[in-house]
């Protein structure tokens, strides 16, 4: 199986795709495909699909869903391999695939892939790398698991409670391994390379420090100290406007670093504000929902 939920949600048995069109039973599957290989709790399936007013009839009607996620993964069993010609037919049924446990139901990746794992993990790992002063590897790393990103997470699946959160969740997971991948490319020294993609960014999000003072140091270091201190003030100005807040003390050592320095002279790598990365979610043994 492979699922794709870091953008359009695609998941695919035998190469076959079994994402309903109809909303709910797509909301389903993404919660399923979500946490594949670990049981859904019913409440917690119910709760995603109705909120706080689910119907008396949200059990049976929760079943009926899954039977028609299970018809379409019966299809896709049944069909031809990857490599045509007559193609096996799997000896796999789709209540193998889509399981009824006590209390709830699991979706079973069967040694797929899942592009939110690989993200992790090739995230988890550029951190580490970063840790270790190998700037090069980390950015390549990094770079490989922004990639896997297509869009929004969960772009086209109606959201409840459940799943909004693990969007907010998951799209900060890629804010911060963006915000790494650019320090990484900072220290080896590619500040050129960087400003196009930071003038997007700083515009999009306008209030991440951050990724200003990564901005103001790329700037600084291509000679352009004047419009380095511009982007501070349009951060310092948005800041007090919007949330009443003052820049945080390292933004405001960065801006008297370039006050002091000459136009030519790079900063010292520690003015810099490190970020630091979000830890990703964590469901524990066989259940869901413990964040930590």
Not at 192 to 198: D, K, N
Request: charged share 25%.
């Amino acid at each position: 199986m492979r699922i794709d939920v870091l953008g359009v949600l695609d998941v695919r048995e035998n190469g076959v795709s079994v994402a309903p069109t109809a909303p709910k039973p797509r909301q389903v599957l993404a919660v399923l495909a979500l946490y594949a290989d670990r049981v859904v709790p019913v409440s917690v399936l119910i709760d995603e699909l109705w909120g706080g007013g689910p119907p008396r009839s949200a059990r049976t009607t929760l079943q009926t869903y899954v039977l028609q996620l299970r018809d379409l993964i019966g299809v896709a069993l049944e069909g031809e391999g990857p490599g045509g010609g007559g193609g096996v037919v799997s000896r796999r049924r789709a209540k193998d695939v889509l399981v009824t446990s006590p209390g709830g139901y699991m979706l079973v990746l069967g040694g797929g892939s899942s592009d939110v794992r690989e993200f992790e993990r090739l995230s988890g790992t550029g951190y580490r790398a970063a840790d270790q002063g190998d700037f090069r590897g980390a950015s390549r790393l990094l770079r490989e698991a922004l990639a896997l990103w297509t869009g929004s997470a969960f772009a086209d699946v109606q959201t409840g409670a459940l799943l909004g959160m693990e969007a907010r969740r998951l799209e900060e997971g890629r804010l911060c391994a963006l915000d790494q991948r650019i320090e990484a490319d900072l220290r080896l020294g590619r500040h050129r390379e960087l400003l196009a993609e930071l003038t997007v960014l700083t515009s999009r999000y306008s209030t991440h420090e951050n990724l200003h003072a990564q901005f103001m140091l790329a700037l600084h270091r291509s000679g352009r100290r004047g419009e380095a201190l511009d982007v501070y003030h349009r951060l310092r100005g948005t800041l007090v406007r919007d949330l009443g807040l003052e820049p945080s003390p390292r933004l405001r050592r960065l801006q008297q670093s370039i006050l002091t320095a000459a136009p030519e002279t790079p900063l010292a790598e520690q003015q810099m504000p490190a970020a630091v990365p979000v830890p990703a979610a964590r469901t524990g043994g066989t259940g869901v929902l413990r964040v930590d």
